[in-house]
């Protein structure tokens, strides 16, 4: 089920003035784990009373390091469900969770949040950035909270407002920003702490068809470019030209032919 | 998680929200603080105001810092002269007094009742009481009067029906009015009214004074003796050292502090102390509602924020800490606003128009230790009552905050 090849296309929407800044981004290291996060058989049912709903049954996958993969399947059929056991942002009932090799289903809230913040990115749907902190403040508030020694916050903030093409707004507050410039101030904060893996849960729901397109070029980019993991969810069919894999979903199960 | 790091973002979080927050809130927030903290000065500031006035008026009109008694079982202090000399010439001592209580009755037309009235020297009584000074009519006496008495307003009457003790004064009576005065002897003698003072304090505006001139020529036998020796302190020692000063010169004499000699003020005192502590821990108790409430809508209002911020990684301690911060930010805001207010404001309109009690007018008794204590207390009350539901935010599991919109 794997659609799209990302690396062949042209890409627009996030340009030129990136590449300087991926270049700065860039941090060359040790090869990493190339299964950036496993999953086996998790399921996740959310109580209604005393109805049990299904957000996700008993799903096993694995996702390697510099995929793109996008999450599909109808309103309803688990889609970000998955996603939030994923990103650590909810529990799972059964099944464990690999990220990086280390499992991190039975961990506590404060090294999940930890985890959280120095290993994945999370954007929310409606962007979701605190309204008191201009663009610049709201990418590098995760940056200070890990505080990673030698790493001056600012300046890579400064530098991923650049990537994603909005170093002039850098100053402004949410409310003065348009949707789609929102949704990539809130990837560029997913990306402040060099993530392995970038969330991103219907990241172009709220916006026009324009500012869609831009964001998820913007993400395209950022997974060709700095070999980062994007995982995303979306309802869009026309989403899968995007991602390197695609699954669906159905009823909370990987549909077949996964 | 570093400290450091832990408080430089919630720092950095409460910070932004202070300056670009709602506006409205932060004012009224700190408004409301500012009047609590003002709330806990006064009431305390007016109660200490009046306890000072109380001592001050009790040490200036009716016992002085020392006060020297016969000792148990006679009846007067002999070689007073000498012993007042001694006595000034003691370390920590501003002035000495000695007085001799001469007389029991005073009586004007079918007026009369029982007060104290003291044969002075009214050079040194002038130097160790104000009475003297407190004149409501008339002049004070001159050393070499032989003729005329000093009568305390609640005495007097002076045809003022407002006067505490007007019924059981002698009415009408005026400077330059004919008293008849019982001495302790049973002779009576008719003195004329030099002047009447007005110290503003019951217990001392029932008092009557001759001289010592005249005394001596009336009751020979109490030349050169005293029923009570006065002694006000410079106030460089404390009292109990100028007594340990004072001890060595006479034996046959007891010593007595103002605070040993008026036991019922100080049931009042106690009294007072207590209605303050009282009215404080509501005042507290307000501050903490106040601020829980403060928190407890920003907080509900901002449920989704906090989860979004938790979810991308900001510890839950650095969210409680943000609100903290805010909180404390308020209360210093509200403690200084308010220390300003009272010093310029509350203090001098009160120093102008004196609260009246039965003791005499009193102004807010302002203490800088009271102030630092009631400023601190104000903002640890804050910064917990802004814990509790910053706590219970964050017990919130992050999808529950997240959607919870």
Redesign the interface.
């Known amino acids: 089920m794997t659609s799209g090849q990302p690396a062949d296309r042209e890409i627009s929407g996030v340009n030129a003035p990136g590449a300087a800044a991926v270049a700065k981004l860039a941090t060359p290291g040790l090869p990493p784990a190339r299964k950036t996060i496993e999953v086996e058989g998790v399921s996740r049912i959310y109580h209604l009373g005393r109805v049990e709903v299904p957000g996700v049954v008993d799903v096993t996958l694995s996702i390697e390091r510099g995929e793109m993969v996008c999450i599909m399947g109808k309103s309803g059929s688990g889609k970000s469900t998955l996603l939030?056991q994923l990103?650590l942002?909810?529990r799972p009932d059964r099944g464990r969770i690999f990220i990086d090799d280390q499992e991190v289903t039975r961990l506590g809230?404060?090294p999940r949040?930890?985890l959280?913040?120095?290993k994945?990115?999370?954007v929310?749907q409606e962007y979701?950035l605190?309204?008191?902190?201009t663009a610049h403040?709201n990418v590098y508030?995760?940056g200070?909270?890990?505080?990673r020694h030698n790493v001056d916050y600012r300046r890579r903030a400064t530098e991923i407002l650049e990537l994603v093409g909005l170093t002039e707004r850098k100053r402004h507050?949410p409310r003065e920003l348009s949707g789609g410039e929102q949704q990539r101030v809130a990837i560029a904060?997913?990306l402040i702490?060099e993530p392995s893996v970038i969330f991103a849960d219907e990241p172009t729901a709220n916006l026009d068809s324009m500012s869609g397109r831009t964001v998820m070029e913007t993400l395209m980019d950022l997974n060709r470019r700095l070999d980062v993991t994007v995982v995303f969810v979306s309802h869009d069919a026309d989403d899968d030209r995007y991602a390197t894999r695609v699954l669906f979903l159905r009823d909370g199960r990987l549909a077949e032919g996964f | 998680m570093a400290p450091g790091r832990l408080l430089r973002v919630s720092g950095f979080l409460a910070g932004r929200s202070l300056i670009r927050g709602n506006r409205g809130v932060t004012a009224m927030t700190i408004a409301v603080l500012v009047l609590i903290y003002i709330d806990l000065l006064f009431v305390p500031s007016l109660i200490q105001g009046a306890v000072d006035k109380i001592n001050r008026q009790v040490t200036d009109t009716l016992t002085s810092s020392v006060q020297i008694m016969p000792a148990r079982g006679t009846h007067d202090i002999g070689n007073v002269s000498t012993y007042l000399s001694q006595i000034r010439a003691t370390r920590g001592v501003a002035a000495a007094t000695a007085t001799y209580r001469v007389g029991s009755e005073i009586s004007h037309a079918d007026e009369s009742n029982v007060w104290t009235v003291d044969a002075i020297d009214p050079s040194s009584y002038a130097q160790v009481f104000r009475t003297p000074f407190n004149l409501a009519e008339g002049s004070y006496l001159a050393p070499t009067d032989t003729t005329s008495i000093f009568l305390g307003i609640q005495i007097a009457g002076m045809g003022n029906r407002s006067l505490r003790s007007y019924a059981t004064s002698l009415k009408t009576v005026h400077t330059g009015d004919q008293v008849t005065v019982t001495l302790i002897n049973g002779q009576t003698e008719t003195q004329q009214v030099m002047g009447i003072f007005n110290d503003q304090f019951l217990l001392a505006d029932q008092k009557a004074y001759v001289t010592q001139q005249w005394a001596s020529q009336v009751l020979p036998a109490m030349r050169d003796r005293a029923t009570t020796v006065f002694v006000k302190s410079d106030g460089t020692v404390p009292v109990d050292r100028l007594i340990s000063e004072l001890e060595p010169l006479r034996g046959d004499v007891s010593y007595h502090t103002s605070a040993e000699l008026v036991g019922p003020i100080n049931d009042e005192v106690e009294t007072f102390n207590l209605i303050n502590n009282i009215l404080r821990a509501i005042t507290l108790f307000v501050a903490l509602i106040t601020v829980f409430i403060v928190t407890y809508v920003d907080l509900v209002n901002r449920r989704r924020q906090i989860g979004i911020e938790r979810a991308i990684g900001i510890s839950s301690t650095a969210v409680i800490l943000s609100y903290v911060y805010k909180a404390v930010v308020y209360a210093f805001v509200g403690v200084g606003l308010g220390a300003v207010l009272f010093l310029t404001v509350a203090g001098p309109f009160v120093e102008r128009h004196p609260f009246a009690f039965p003791f005499g007018p009193a102004a807010l008794g302002i203490r800088a230790s009271e102030m630092w204590l009631d400023a601190w207390i104000l903002v640890v009350v804050a910064a917990a009552s802004a814990c509790i539901p910053a706590w219970r935010s964050v017990r919130i599991r992050i999808l529950d905050a997240i959607w919870s919109t």
């Open positions: 939030r990103s942002i909810d809230e404060g949040s930890q959280r913040l120095a994945l990115g999370y929310f979701a605190v309204p008191e902190l403040e508030l995760p200070m909270m890990l505080g507050r904060r997913a702490n």
